[in-house]
């Protein structure tokens, strides 16, 4: 059979870069090829991003509650497709096959609740201070968004930023992540399939440091909305920056559960579970540091312990899998580069090696691994490690979990296991994350609500929720004098 080639979506028309080279893309669960994607260059994305700006004159005067039945087509195609979807979602990525229906079901939400803001996109209608004076904000679009997107959460990241974008009136040229190609191929025909105008969005396939690039630096890209690693956002923020463009920046984590002693511990160990090694470890709000009072210790770590040894690893495909491989090589590697510098650092409980035996020979497979007494400011403690780490630090008091929560140069999501209700609002408080959770893991924020973080993880803008539209949107203020006579504000009615 011939191996399945993902094209770039531009004007409306699915294309291949003249003589450009392609790449293979992988399943991280056994190795084999499942396509190629062409790697395209900067002439791609110049002809994308003036497909958009073109675009953008047209679509920006279709009212939005009629863009918004779009997005209700959109996402009603992204339900009917579900699980052909989520098993796609799987063989590019890895991820265990219930964690990719709830991504793609985490798309689906965004486009029905996105399609809503349609008939609100809520301005402010304030009284003007002089009379015969009326005074409104509305929102307007930007104009062409450059999303760029990871791998980890392929179509449910995508759709945090793809929908906002097109409800608001601006258009997109979409530059998704190498490793996972097909998941946007897949939902660019579903937009197309639903009636999407030529030039609306635009798909261009490739590496970060040629098509990223290029949707960066392009004059005509007026928003960038990114979500990756920290370094690359470092990057694109000083270079859009220096071009005066809006930047969302949505980057690294190294979030915490803290246990308190009066926690139900058997809870708190499902959900340190489920945020340590749920999409193994690699999620922007994977728990990979667990602050845990001293008193109750030693009955965690050994409930702990015993609930990972039960943790089945293997093919995400397979519904009996617990933990998937990672991404690829280099992720195993760099995963497996953590586990020298832990065995310095802290005492290894369980794990700590890549998995290369029988079943798992063709896959980029690391044991779910623990280390406890690790100290705080250990590297194991405050680096990102983006696989299925997990670091016990131990504290004496509820001060101490605090101190250590925020000792971290990120500030994306954060939980307490306590059944002490001073706790949850002193926690609430003073837990210095974009996202709190009490009584749950670190993972599984929804789409209504706004999700990001402070210090490291961004630059203050925020996906999901209403908060994504300050991203898309531009404020204008309107004043209609009606009084038929020059009005001057703070003069003449002072
Ligand atoms: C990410 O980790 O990059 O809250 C996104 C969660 C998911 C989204 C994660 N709903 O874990």
Redesign the pocket.
């Known amino acids: 059979m011939e191996a399945r080639i993902y094209r770039n979506f531009i004007n409306g028309e699915w294309k291949e870069p003249a003589g450009a080279d392609q790449a293979d893309v992988f399943n991280p669960a056994n190795g084999k090829v499942l396509g190629k994607v062409v790697l395209s260059g900067a002439a791609e994305v110049d002809e994308a991003v003036l497909a958009a700006k073109k675009a953008q004159k047209s679509w920006k005067n279709v009212p939005a509650p009629e863009r918004g039945e779009l997005l209700v087509k959109t996402a009603q195609e992204l339900k009917e497709k579900k699980e052909e979807l989520a098993q796609l979602l799987t063989s590019e990525n890895g991820k265990p096959i219930q964690e990719a229906r709830g991504e793609v079901q985490?798309a689906i939400d965004m486009g029905f609740y996105m399609a809503g803001e349609g008939r609100r996109l809520f301005g402010q209608t304030v009284p003007a201070e002089l009379p015969g004076k009326h005074a409104m904000s509305l929102r307007t679009p930007v104009g062409v968004a450059g999303l760029i997107t990871?791998w980890?959460?392929p179509i449910?990241?995508a759709s945090w930023k793809m929908f906002p974008a097109l409800i608001s009136g601006n258009t997109v040229v979409w530059k998704p992540a190498l490793e996972t190609p097909g998941m946007a191929d897949a939902f660019l025909h579903i937009l197309e399939d639903c009636g999407l105008p030529a030039g609306v969005v635009n798909l261009v396939q490739g590496r970060g440091d040629a098509v990223g690039d290029a949707v960066v630096s392009h004059d005509d890209t007026d928003i960038i909305s990114f979500?990756g690693s920290t370094g690359t956002g470092r990057k694109i923020a000083s270079k859009a920056s220096g071009m005066l463009k809006k930047v969302s920046l949505e980057m690294g984590g190294k979030n915490a559960i803290i246990v308190m002693d009066s926690a139900d511990i058997d809870l708190a160990v499902d959900g340190i579970l489920w945020s340590g090694f749920g999409t193994s470890g690699q999620?922007?709000?994977?728990a990979s540091r667990i602050i845990v009072h001293h008193s109750i210790k030693e009955t965690l770590e050994e409930k702990l312990l015993a609930r990972t040894k039960n943790l089945t690893v293997g093919d995400g495909a397979d519904e009996a899998s617990d933990v998937g491989p990672l991404i690829h090589e280099q992720a195993l590697e760099r995963v497996n580069e953590y586990m020298k510098v832990g065995s310095s650092e802290g005492k290894l409980l369980c794990g700590g090696s890549v998995m290369r035996q029988g079943k798992y020979s063709k896959g980029n497979y690391f044991e779910p691994t623990i280390f406890t007494d690790v100290a705080p400011d250990a590297r194991i403690a405050q680096e990102e490690i983006f696989g299925p780490v997990l670091s016990i630090i131990p504290v004496d008091s509820f001060e101490e979990a605090l101190r250590v929560n925020n000792e971290a140069d990120y500030g994306l999501s954060s939980s307490i296991f306590t059944s002490d209700v001073n706790e949850v609002f002193r926690a609430v408080n003073e837990l210095d994350t974009g996202i709190v959770y009490v009584n749950a893991g670190t993972?599984?924020?929804e789409i209504h609500l706004p999700f990001g973080g402070t210090k490291k993880t961004g630059n203050g803008y925020r996906d999901s929720g209403t908060a994504s539209l300050d991203i898309f949107t531009e404020w204008k203020s309107v004043y209609v004098d009606y009084s038929g006579k020059l009005q001057r504000a703070q003069i003449d009615n002072y």
């Not at 999620?283 to 994977?286: E, F, L, S």
């Open positions: 985490e990871p980890n959460f449910a990241i979500t999620r922007c709000t994977a993972t599984g924020a």
